[in-house]
């Protein structure tokens, strides 16, 4: 295993202190650990997601008037939500 040292403020190291006794964690290493594996994990779901969205359904040019049209329906919609409330 390798080591890295980390400095933090007095309000963060105070934090992680807290967040590692909360979480039942062993020591502060591991709660770092955890937090790295937790980002590795969500940076993996994001892949998989872009991937996904990139393989669904039928390719459109996403160009200059599609931005222009999804802002007018927005707009639209959100006029339509303001006006019944």
Not at 35 to 42: A, C, G, K, P, T
Not at 54 to 63: A, K, P, Q, T, Y
């Given at each position: 295993m390798t080591?890295?040292?980390v400095s933090l403020p007095k309000a963060l190291h105070g934090f992680v202190e807290k967040r590692t006794k909360a979480?039942?964690?062993?020591?502060?290493?591991?709660?770092?650990r955890a937090?790295?594996?937790?980002?590795?994990?969500?940076l993996r779901d994001l892949e998989r997601k872009?991937?996904?969205g990139?393989?669904?359904?039928?390719?459109?040019?996403?160009?200059k008037e599609y931005w222009e049209k999804k802002k007018t329906a927005l707009k639209a919609k959100f006029a339509k939500k303001?006006?019944?409330s």
């Open positions: 080591t890295v040292n979480g039942g964690y062993e020591d502060a290493s591991e709660y770092f937090l790295v594996r937790e980002d590795q994990r969500r872009i991937l996904e990139l393989n669904s359904g039928e390719r459109i040019e996403v160009n303001k006006s019944r």
